[in-house]
């Protein structure tokens, strides 16, 4: 069974930063690119990121440069997604994903999400 | 640039057929996916590549593509289905390339 499984839920106080955890099974972890999405309280759906685990290649949408960081540890099949000087508008859930490296127009496997709250 | 209009809320009585819309300048040159969102949950894929089914996704479910709008088709509607429903595609001009609709909330009445 193919399954992402994230770390549980954090808060962190603004200016500070929170990362998150996404460790993958059932499936060869090389083989597809691992994505980001959030969805703020009551919103939609937002991309973040992306990483290719193999080679560690990351592209992110710009809103997000210079304030992500996004890894990935073959070894253990995890990814991670670190957030710096999150504001109170980063409150949201955090989802990974995965899309194939041959079809990566869509998401097919998505982890249960992680709760971050930004709260002074 | 790829924004995806999606209506707010779409409601239908059980047995009857919903259509859900998403439509774009760039629908008409980019495959979409559909994803269902139950309340508390993840997302779930239930239609790529415009029209396709992962497995475990029933037949009452379908998507087709017409000009600048996508459509999903939910036929023999059940209380099950109530959910958000968030149209995507890939647009390698837009920044973020993966691009998601405003999502629908579809009642089952």
Known sequence: ?120 | SSVLTQPPSVSVAPGNTATITCEGDDIGSETVQWYRQRPGQAPVLVIYYDEDRPSGIPERLSGSRSGNTATLTITRVEAGDEADYYCQVWDSDHDPSFVFGGGTKFTVL
Not at chain 1, 29 to 43: C, D, E, K, L, S
Not at chain 1, 53 to 74: E, H, L, M
Not at chain 1, 103 to 119: I, K, L, P
């Open chain 1, 1 to 120: 069974q193919v399954l992402l499984v994230q770390s549980g839920p954090e808060v962190t106080k603004p200016g500070a930063s929170v990362k998150v955890s996404c460790k993958a099974s059932g499936y060869l972890f090389t083989t597809y690119y691992v994505h980001w999405v959030r969805q703020a309280p009551g919103q939609g759906l937002e991309w973040m990121a992306r990483i290719i685990p193999d080679s560690g290649d990351t592209y992110f949408a710009q809103k997000f440069q210079g304030r992500i960081t996004v890894t990935a540890d073959t070894s253990t099949n995890t990814a991670y997604m670190q957030l710096s000087r999150p504001t109170f508008d980063d409150t949201a859930t955090y989802y990974c994903t995965r899309s194939s490296l041959r079809d990566w127009y869509f998401f097919d496997v998505w982890g249960q999400g992680a709760q971050v709250t930004v709260s002074s």
